[in-house]
């Protein structure tokens, strides 16, 4: 089973900087691609971001120029790193992917359970 575990959240100011971390197990993370969404309260799940396998990035608009997302293959670990934080950034956020492909089966809807990050205003 291929989990994806999420780390690096936690309660910053307005303007402040966090770094997301995206830990992926198993042996085929390198030919993968990983998106990063977050869920903020009553609200449904909405992507940020996301990084293919060869590394090619794509933003949300309300993060773009802001964040950025990047990966480590050596590591397993893909990174969201977060700047000029808003109040509105506030969620829980959550790594994954749409589909996964471990090597012998593909994966459909396979996410981590997530990291909270609060923005304080």
């Known amino acids: 089973q291929v989990q994806f575990v999420e780390s690096g959240g936690g309660l910053v100011q307005a303007g402040g900087s966090l770094r997301l971390s995206c830990v992926v197990s198993g042996e085929t993370f390198d030919v993968n691609g990983i998106a990063w969404y977050r869920q903020a309260p009553g609200n449904q799940r909405k992507w940020v971001a996301d990084?293919?396998?060869?590394?090619?990035?794509n933003y949300a608009a309300s993060v773009k120029g802001r964040f950025t997302i990047s990966r480590d293959n050596a590591k397993n670990t893909v990174y969201l790193q977060m700047n000029s934080l808003k109040p509105e950034d506030t969620a829980v956020y959550y790594c994954?992917?749409?589909?996964?492909?471990?090597?012998?089966?593909?994966?459909?809807?396979?996410w981590g359970q997530g990291t909270l990050v609060t923005v304080s205003s």
């Open positions: 990084i293919s396998a060869g590394g090619r990035t």
């Open positions: 994954g992917a749409d589909d996964y492909y471990s090597g012998t089966i593909t994966y459909r809807d396979i």
